[in-house]
């Protein structure tokens, strides 16, 4: 039997860890698109762009590990080009790879704009790090949480920062209108320029220009402009892609329709039973933690699969403060107060956002994924 796990990602690499932890002694195969081992993202735009880290991306595991401890072939710097679900094969740099249970992880690729530079990889990381370490005066385009990280990396050096953001209120799709309109008076207080409602028209030598006409002279351009899932390569596959963006559609337990084939992370839309069958595509940390092991456990013992009932987590660092988010802000009712916003979803919470409040978090998700009664979330929360 052979397990292929595409994708050196956090997901691929839970996904090789889950296989080995459970019990699996056969044959893995983990194909990655960059050189490198697998390594952590969210600490690109966090921790590694503070003035006092040392510039250095480490990975999860030495070679030695991988290899030797876990058993994996590396295939890394080859990025897969086509899946056969019928002969069951990858193509990898111009050769087949046979597979018995198929885990695809290949995440997402950031959205890019003309002239800016992205914050994807290490290899972004080491440039923007760089940039800001030479003084550069920033513009950021899009008020989202990687665009939000930078900007905080850049007040942290006491370097000006302009973010540019299309639309009226930060963050809407992510947390909400008024979620959004308080986490923006971070950026107030911290000293970075919002231009809300605002495009870029384009970048040049002359600067950032904006759809109001006024240029922005910079020496770092950032875009934080979202990212989509990589998966070009599974076009003609026979995979149900989703028509907004490409990423792989799958069922409560991450099957993505063929047999033996699961998808996992930052690439996959997957109905989550405890939102109503919502179908949720999630780039965050935790969520493709959890998938990438769920997704081999169900891809090696299918008969076992069960529906996997989760409440995503994510959080984000600007300018000291930790913001935390639990749930979904897809809600028929927002109320906020003293650090806290609740979302509501007919009778019970659905959403929890707190910022400095990390003792609390985890006791929303606990009640979310218990579908507490929304009185009892609001009185929790003393807004009752």
Known sequence: MTLVVVGAS???????????????????VLVGAEEHLPYDRPPLSKAFLD?????????????????DELGVELRLGAPAESLDTDARVVEVAGTTVPYTALVIATGATARTFPGARSLRTAEDAVAVRAALDRGARTVVIGAGFI????????????????????????????????AGAELAAL?????????????VAGIGDDGVRLSTGEVLAADLVVAGIGAVPATGWLEGS??????????????????????????????????????????????????????????????????????????????????????QFVGTPHADEVVSADGVTLYRRGDRIAGALTVDRPREIMKYRRRIAARAAWGEALAFAGTA
């Not at 956090?10 to 893995?28: D, N, P």
């Not at 990280?149 to 209120?169: D, N, W």
């Not at 996992?264 to 933690?289: C, I, S, Y």
């Open 147 to 178: 665009g939000s990280e930078v900007a905080s990396a850049a007040r942290k050096r006491g370097l000006p920062v302009t973010i540019v953001e299309a639309a009226p209120v930060p963050l809407v799709r992510a947390v909400g209108a008024t």
């Open 238 to 323: 026979g995979l149900t892609l989703h028509e907004r963006d490409g990423g792989v559609v799958c069922d409560a337990t991450l099957a993505a329709g063929p047999p033996g084939v699961y998808a996992a992370g930052d690439v996959a839309h997957v109905a989550n039973p405890l939102f109503d069958g919502e179908p949720m595509r999630l780039e965050h940390w935790t969520n493709a933690a959890e998938q990438g092991a769920a997704a081999v456990r169900h891809a090696l013992d299918p008969a076992s699969a069960r529906a996997l009932v989760a409440v995503p987590y994510f959080w984000s660092d600007w300018y000291g403060h930790r913001i």
């Open 51 to 67: 003035p006092g880290h040392p510039g250095v991306v480490t990975p999860f595991h030495p070679e030695t590990v991988l290899r």
């Open 187 to 199: 950026h107030h207080e911290a000293g970075t320029e919002l231009r809300l409602g605002t495009e």
């Open 10 to 28: 956090l997901a691929g690499l839970r996904a090789v860890e889950s296989a080995r932890r459970t019990g699996y002694r056969g044959r893995i």
